[in-house]
């Protein structure tokens, strides 16, 4: 049985909405232009997408891409999930009518992601008990989510409450929660990528492939340096120009059954590494590694 998959980018790679000056002076139609020039057939949502169909679908529609997922900035750690209903309840009209697969959840309270001036090493931690009751929350939440008709997908992420191996594991034994993974936050976190995939494989609901820059992850001061910093210095890139293996990264996924979106999301300067000739190399690698796993790349 041949396994699917389809081939996503996020727009991140040509306008950074964490830090305006890591952006690409591109039109959303340049943007989507030059991703499906690369071969893509889906993008995540950014800060220029208008949020109706009426007036994106036919942009969309020009250059053959869908909707495949976008990013969600929650604040259920210490928020009410009646005012987390209100805040996503827009994105979720919106993904339903462009038939997208999934929201991505970022866990955004008290998190340094976006904090130029906040060192990696100032991220926050929970404790057990404190994992307990934000994992039994996400879940109701995530349920409510399904039940309205768009799942949520849980985004660990570097200078996060979940961000390190040992707390996405304590996550999911507290949560049911679907699962975004990303090979390039795990291994800036110290995880070991192969791992997560065979422990969490089960509730994997979508796939960032993000790479990375060992020697500049490596060379970071973690007590003085912020995620901002790390990005400005090249810590991502796209498959096939960093240092993660993602043949066998690909391999581990179909040979768990994951079927779904792979999606390009690296963010780095969009000056020093030009958008299109990035997405061109990270397509061109997973149509490589995903033909060598046995998926066959739907258009």
């Not at 950014?46 to 969600?72: K, Q, Y």
């Not at 304590?170 to 795990?186: E, I, Q, R, T, W």
């Not at 796209?238 to 079927?259: H, Q, S």
Request: net charge negative; aromatic share 8%.
């Amino acid at each position: 049985m041949t396994m699917k998959a389809r081939l996503g980018i996020a727009p991140i790679a040509w306008w950074n909405d964490d830090l305006a000056e890591l952006s690409d002076d591109v039109s959303l139609e340049e943007c989507l232009r030059q991703a499906s020039e690369a071969g893509f057939t889906g993008m995540e949502t950014g800060r220029r997408f208008p949020m109706d169909m009426a007036e994106l679908g036919p942009i969309l529609d020009r250059f053959g891409i869908s909707v495949c997922g976008g990013w969600f900035s929650g604040l259920l750690l210490d928020g009410d999930i009646e005012a987390e209903k209100d805040r996503i309840a827009q994105q979720m009209e919106f993904f339903i009518a462009a038939g997208a697969p999934s929201i991505v959840y970022g866990e955004t309270a008290h998190s340094v992601q976006g904090l130029r001036g906040a060192p990696l090493a100032t991220k926050p931690k929970l404790t057990e008990a404190e994992m307990a009751a934000y994992g039994r929350k996400i879940s109701d939440f995530a349920d409510w989510c399904a039940g309205q008709g768009m799942p949520i997908s849980y985004h660990h992420h570097m200078a996060a409450a979940v961000e390190t191996e040992a707390e996405l594991d304590l996550f999911m034994a507290h949560s049911s929660v679907p699962l975004l993974y990303d090979a390039g936050h795990m291994a800036f976190a110290g995880g070991d990528v192969m791992r997560v995939i065979e422990n969490h494989h089960a509730r994997i609901s979508h796939v960032h492939t993000k790479d990375i820059r060992r020697a500049v992850v490596d060379g970071l001061d973690r007590m003085r340096e912020s995620f901002l910093d790390a990005v400005i210095k090249g810590a991502f890139t796209v498959p096939g120009d960093g240092d993660l293996d993602f043949a066998a990264i690909v391999r581990a996924l179909a040979a768990k059954g994951y079927e779904g979106w792979f999606v390009v999301e690296a963010e780095q300067d969009p000056v020093a590494h030009p958008p299109l000739e990035m997405a061109r190399k990270g397509h061109e690698e997973l149509l490589r590694v995903m033909a060598a796993a046995g998926y066959e790349v739907v258009k």
